[in-house]
């Protein structure tokens, strides 16, 4: 019902930034929540940041005061803005919807950031 394309992935020097996007497409108007969370080699996924349609936000302790979440409802889009990035970031960042009837995950996009 809900398909999700992450972009926006890439290799950047730590300190460095990256934005990612997240564009929904198909039943658009059963979503409520989108976010992001992160998976590094070896380890179990971690949540960064959710927004709701409403524009309500919360971010994990690891990322708070470097990493904005907004959402564009208009382009069923949402955004990830990673501001002053440290190699523990390194990780494949995915993206969530959520509605009342499913949650649903995009397919992932690499964020490499070197020491």
């Known amino acids: 019902q809900v398909q999700l394309v992450e972009s926006g992935g890439g290799l950047v020097q730590a300190g460095g930034s990256l934005r990612l996007s997240c564009a929904a497409s198909g039943s658009i108007f059963s979503i409520n929540n989108m976010g992001w969370y992160r998976q590094a080699p070896g380890k179990q996924r971690e949540f960064v940041a959710v927004?709701?349609?409403?524009?309500?936000?919360r971010y994990g302790d690891s990322v708070k005061g470097r990493f904005t979440i907004s959402r564009d409802n208009a382009k069923s889009t949402v955004y990830l803005q990673m501001n002053s990035l440290k190699p523990e970031d390194t990780a494949v960042y995915y993206c969530i919807a959520t509605s009342s009837a499913a949650d649903y995950w995009g397919q992932g996009t690499q964020v490499t950031v070197s020491s």
């Open positions: 927004i709701s349609r409403g524009g309500s936000i």
